[in-house]
């Protein structure tokens, strides 16, 4: 069974910088992206952006481009979501999720990026932006 595990969620200032942590556990070959999501209550789930697990590619939404950078660790079983330059409006709970099986090519579609698209996922880790 796989289970993703968020961390690195906490209070920053505008402008500032946090990098949130996705651990996988239980991970198969078969698992080849994972996502970022941000979730506020009432609010479908925001697309961040994705990562191919294989080959590192990324894809992420015009809005956290040149802000937000996503990667993956050597091991392939931990995901991380670099964020510089956050705003208010970045604020709250940011979730992983992983799906399986799609193709390389995959990474560089909307479809990577969709919530639709995930089976797994971690429960969030809060980012709270504040002056």
């Known amino acids: 069974q796989v289970t993703l595990v968020e961390s690195g969620g906490g209070l920053v200032q505008p402008g500032g910088s946090l990098r949130l942590s996705c651990q996988a556990s239980?991970?198969?070959?078969?698992?080849?992206?994972i996502a970022w999501f941000r979730q506020n209550p009432g609010w479908p789930r925001a697309e961040v952006g994705c990562?191919?697990?294989?080959?590192?590619?990324?894809n992420s939404v015009p809005s956290v481009k040149g802000r937000f950078t996503i990667s993956m660790d050597n091991t392939g079983n931990t995901a991380y979501l670099q964020m510089d330059s956050l705003r208010p409006d970045d604020a709250g709970s940011y979730v992983c999720?992983?799906?399986?099986?799609?193709?390389?090519?995959?990474?560089?579609?909307?479809?990577?990026?969709?919530?639709?698209?995930?089976?797994?996922w971690g429960r969030g880790t809060q980012v709270n932006i504040s002056s």
């Open positions: 999720a992983a799906t399986t099986n799609k193709p390389h090519a995959w990474v560089q579609t909307r479809q990577c990026r969709s919530r639709h698209e995930y089976e797994t």
């Open positions: 239980g991970f198969t070959m078969a698992h080849t992206n």
């Open positions: 990562i191919d697990r294989r080959t590192g590619t990324t």
